[in-house]
């Protein structure tokens, strides 16, 4: 039986330690030991979670990753995301006073189904032996069967003890993932790693703006199905907001119609950014981005909700400019994860 090596990390100027096992990311590895550490794309794209190496050896797993600067690099920054120990290592990195929610697990998971929602998007339903343990908004990591290529994908339901976990998925045309993933058959088996991600759904009670673009819908449907298992979901307000380019872009998933039985107050908005478009089954449509509808909605009353958000990076960025910048809501209550 071969062993598995792990090498120990120390946070420098604290009692902090943990260890990684051989082929990890120093990300992963805290986050799989309960740590909260500051991080969002898992991927190399945010720099959000920079640290500094004092003592030991990495392997650097993306060396040209958009998350550093040069000017990061000319100080020796790293990303703990792409950082694989190849020894003990002393680290300078901030770790978070609250312990993660969820540890992260790798684990095979079989494909059970496939549910096409629109010309280029799917459902993909997955099984694995362990309950799927995650908050609403969060997303894992799907290793396609060559083991090469890596993706994060948010989850669109929610929690539960069957291990069942389902993923909204855009076709790229000529991604090296969804080429892959979309050929799939049911029964193939990948790698799910997670959950991760800080987007999750918030115990506060504001009504709520969930914002999700392409196949950002997954997550925001994960957060709609958190407030209605919340025991005060009748007393909860939700507006969700679904961006495409035309109507063949939006989905209202039937999910969504169960939810609506459960909370309070559940609104439906769907915005088709080329104005030209003709709304087919999506109601009195928005003509414009869907950060534009969120404004044209809400209104004044902007302050007084907390927003969650998923899709492409030119959405969230319009998105929070548009509330945070031009309108003064507190940057603390916009929460996406950013993925380029």
């Known amino acids: 039986m071969e062993t598995l090596v792990e090498h120990q990390i120390s946070v420098a100027g604290t009692d902090i330690g943990f260890g990684c096992a051989e082929g990890d990311t120093l990300l992963r590895s805290a986050l799989r030991a309960g740590l909260s550490l500051s991080y969002e794309c898992n991927s190399g794209s945010c720099g959000s979670c920079r640290y500094e190496l004092v003592e030991g050896e990495m392997r650097d797993r993306r060396p040209d990753a958009p998350g550093l600067s040069d000017r990061d690099r000319r100080k ?141 819908i997954g997550a925001m449907i994960s957060i709609v199905l958190g407030v209605a298992a919340l025991s005060d979901a009748g007393d909860r307000t939700v507006h969700l907001f679904i961006g495409g380019r035309t109507a063949d872009d939006v989905v209202v998933p039937p999910a969504l119609e169960l939810a609506a039985r459960r909370i309070g107050a559940l609104h439906i908005h769907t915005a088709m950014s080329e104005k030209d478009s003709l709304p087919r089954g999506t109601g009195n449509a928005f003509r414009g981005f869907v950060h534009e509808a969120v404004v044209a909605e809400i209104g004044s009353a902007v302050a007084d909700f907390t927003f969650y958000a998923a899709g492409p990076p030119a959405m969230t960025d319009a998105l929070a400019r548009a509330l945070v910048l031009e309108r003064g809501v507190d940057a603390d209550r916009l929460h996406f994860d950013r993925f380029c």
């Open 76 to 216: 020796g920054r790293r990303l703990a995301c792409q950082s694989e120990p190849l020894s003990a290592c002393s680290v300078r990195i901030g770790v978070g006073a609250e312990p993660a929610i969820h540890r992260p697990v790798r684990q095979t998971a079989q494909l059970r189904e496939v549910r096409p929602l629109t010309h280029d998007m799917s459902e993909f339903v997955f099984a694995t032996p362990r309950p799927a343990a995650f908050s609403p908004g969060q997303y894992a990591m799907i290793t396609l069967p060559d083991g090469r290529v890596e993706r994060a994908y948010s989850m669109s339901n929610v929690g539960n003890c069957h291990g069942n976990w389902r993923f909204v998925v855009k076709r790229s045309p000529g991604g090296a993932a969804t080429s892959v993933l979309f050929e799939l058959e049911a029964g193939a088996t990948v790698g799910l790693d997670g959950p991760y991600g800080n987007a999750h759904l918030r115990d506060d009670d504001r009504p709520i703006a969930c914002v999700g673009g392409g196949s950002g």
